[in-house]
């Protein structure tokens, strides 16, 4: 089949269950142009190189194909992953000062505590003999009560988000036969809801701090100066959807993929210690953010002896770059002792992830949780069902019952 329908066929639900044959096809050809003339990369080296290449622009209004999160589609301009240097970094530095170092170096281990007992109560929820929904029951309610706990956003709120983030995620989903339009602006309106909700949110604790990120970044200035109420807006409408669209599925892909390797599981079992590892591994093997949608060039460039013209839309597809053989040995491996594991599942270069720390850490511990019990537990449906999203992607239920 032609190259020119990979992206369609990578998109097509059908794959969702197993894109890799597709990115092993897709590293095949280096470079590819697809018939709307965008350009899928999937090699690790190239796609490493163009992350850290300033001619290559996140800025989405250099976009010449709109996005649920485009000019002209939304009145709130973008968020920082969604700018360029200088003003990403600005914008980054500020919302890093309540987060990490060098400002607040602890504010992430102070919530392993929190994580630890969150996650304890869910898996208590795991009676015997019932059958669970690892997504329903664990891997979703454990990250969102810890991003509300960390921004102060009431969890009570959780329904008004949940249908607010659903929407703004399916923004990114090129999913073939749906009406791209309408998917775009519930997406847009979403967006623009969730923006206000938390401004009025952060607007309540300016002068009366309660501890949490959003407190912070209403109430204190640095010699940098404070968000202004529209970059407020926007960062904490980032960080609430990747704080926790993602790590939902890295805890899921994380009980899916030890119950398909039962050594992988013993070995963790007998040797907790490893569990660092198995993340980086998972994030490698079964990355949640399979792909960057879209990247512009502002020049042309070439890659893989293909040049990419200047304003063509550019997918960079991390997790085939994690399946590289010419990276990773044994690349389709599940390999939680593998060494030297660059992955790219937080992405490389300037707009790499913000939230790693608080990720890798709820995952560790989350799987942590469950290890004693995973031993006893089967999958009812293997592959699982998927969510439709390809960009994020992961199992939207993932149901395991007693063994035996
Ligand atoms: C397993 C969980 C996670 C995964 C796999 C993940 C993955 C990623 C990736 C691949 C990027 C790069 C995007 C790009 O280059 O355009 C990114 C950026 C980002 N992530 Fe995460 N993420 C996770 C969890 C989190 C959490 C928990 C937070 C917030 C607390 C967060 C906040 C962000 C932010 C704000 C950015 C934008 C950084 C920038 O533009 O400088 N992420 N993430």
């Not at 990115?23 to 095949?28: I, N, V």
């Not at 949940?162 to 923004?171: F, K, N, P």
Request: glycine residues 8%; proline residues 10%; contains cysteine.
């Amino acid at each position: 089949m032609s190259t020119e329908t990979l992206f369609r066929r990578i998109a097509d639900y059908a794959s969702r269950a197993d894109p890799y044959p597709l990115y092993a096809e897709l590293r095949e050809h280096g470079a590819v142009r697809q018939d709307d003339g965008s350009y899928l990369v999937g090699t690790y080296d190239e796609i490493a190189a163009l992350l850290h290449d300033p001619r290559i622009s996140s800025d989405r209004r250099r976009r010449t194909v709109p996005d649920a999160l485009g000019p002209g589609q939304d009145d709130v301009p973008p968020a920082f992953i969604g700018l360029d240097d200088p003003e990403h970094d600005r914008l980054r530095r500020l919302a890093m000062r309540p987060f990490g170092p060098p400002h607040s170096p602890g504010r992430v281990d102070a919530l392993r505590g929190e994580i630890t007992r969150i996650a304890g109560e869910l898996a208590d929820g795991f009676a015997d003999g019932k059958r669970i929904d690892v997504v329903d029951d664990f891997a979703y309610p454990l990250p969102v009560t810890v991003i509300c706990r960390l921004l102060g956003v009431p969890s009570e709120d959780e329904p008004r988000f949940r249908t607010w983030s659903d929407s703004i995620v399916a923004g990114f989903d090129a999913t073939p036969d749906e009406d791209p339009e309408q998917r775009l602006r519930s997406a847009t309106e979403a967006r623009r809801a969730m923006a206000l909700y938390l401004g009025e949110l952060a607007e309540s604790r300016r002068g009366h701090p309660t501890g949490d990120m959003l407190s912070a970044l209403v109430n204190d200035e640095g010699p940098e100066g404070s968000l202004n109420p529209i970059e407020l807006m926007t960062t904490s409408v980032l960080l609430l959807i990747a704080g926790h669209e993602t790590t939902v599925n890295l805890i899921t892909n994380g009980v899916l993929t030890l119950l398909r390797h039962p050594d992988a599981l013993a070995r963790l079992r007998d040797d907790p210690a490893l569990m660092p590892q198995a993340v980086e591994e998972l994030l490698r093997y079964e990355p949640p953010v399979q792909m960057l949608p879209q990247r512009t060039p502002l020049a042309d460039i070439e890659v893989s002896g293909v040049t990419i013209p200047q304003g063509a839309p550019l997918i960079l597809v991390l997790a085939s770059g994690n399946r590289d053989p010419l990276r990773f040995a044994e690349p389709d491996r599940f390999d939680i002792t593998r060494p030297d594991n660059q992955h790219l599942g937080f992405g490389s270069g300037i707009h790499s992830c913000f939230g790693a720390p608080l990720a890798r850490l709820e995952t560790q511990i989350a799987l942590t949780t469950l290890l004693p019990r995973l031993g006893d537990l089967r999958l009812v449906e293997d592959p699982p069902p998927y969510r439709t999203n390809q960009v994020l992607r992961g199992p939207r239920h993932l149901l395991v019952e007693a063994a035996g």
